[in-house]
């Protein structure tokens, strides 16, 4: 009977482990160095606000410049408007706190991530080139860190498989294919009501009826910005369009030296017509409503090959020792108008017309082989937490 008994109130335990998990709110903490990551991850953001069981808290490091640099004039500023001020909080608030799940948009893993499922939702597709403190040379997305996360959720098979072959993996089971949930509300928005809808809020009314490029370089002493950014936009000034100029968060223009006046002051004095936005928030709304875009090597110039739109993309003298994967990088080629630094700039080098057919089969392609769930990724990630049991309900 005593054993009975024990095995009654073991179970009973057990029930009430159950219970008292269920009816508890589980603690999600997602991490990105700055709000440009929350900008990959606000639609799942959105979809588990609706799940009255889960608590997220937010921590953005904001720790990407080096020392000696200054630090961005252009932040991203979006996440006030999603995130309520309690749920952001600090790392030394964060390394106190039980977490039942930690979401990282990066790949530099903090010490106090323990005792919880660690989840990498990737923010890119570019395949980045970055050196290890050992002097080796990887792809980003490849990077070893990846064997502290439980559960990876990747953008495409490439990548997932890849990372396998590579025994990056901590457990067999740790790849999702998600996709990138960031891409859903560009997918879902390329209708002309919407396209209308966000050209009326970024664009003033006497230059709706013009093309629209979009200029959204990276960051780096390697990019477009640094190397030819004062050539580009005073090409662009001398056109009739409209200009909308998006700089990285993480770039700072006055850190280069190539010029001694901010950016602000560079578009007053080129764009005499006032033809042109500065925005630091996402890029995606931009995206929609342009023509064209003008970019360098990097995710939002992938990215925006689902719009099947031209991509003018900037090739620096020494592009390719930032490039871990030339197969992807030639594939991307094919998809865009590449404009080369030793050659001089002028506005005809911007002149927006239709894709070939060429070019948009290559576009269909590179979607194929690069992006997965594309306008679904919010419910993939979603349902991979559900099934997980990391968020309790759906």
Partial sequence: MSRIRTAIRTLDDAAHSIRR???????I???GHNDMNYNMFMPLHKKILRDSHTDVFFLF???ITKKNEHKSEFPLNNTKQHIESDKIISAEKAKYMKWDAILDSDLHTPWFYRNATFIQIFHGVAAKAVTLENGTVV???YHPNLRNYDVCFFANKTFLCRTKDLNLWKNSDSGELIGLCCLDNMIKKNNQQSINYVKNILVPERFRSKQIILYAPSWGNHNS??????????ALAQKDIFVIVKPHPNFVFDSTNRTEISLKKLLER????RNYSLITDSPYDAALISDALISDFGSLALEYTLLRKPIFLFQGTDQLSHIADLDQFNMFLKCSYPFHENKAIDKKLFTIAPLSKEQRLFMEEFE???FANVGRATDAAFNALVRRDIICRK
């Fill in 368 to 370: 194929e082989a690069y």
């Fill in 270 to 273: 080129l764009f005499k017509d």
């Fill in 29 to 31: 903490l997602f991490h």
């Fill in 61 to 63: 490091t904001n720790e």
């Fill in 225 to 234: 910005l640094v190397r030819k950014g004062e050539e580009i936009l005073a």
């Fill in 139 to 141: 792809n980003y997305n």
């Fill in 21 to 27: 998990r269920a009816t508890r709110k589980r603690k």
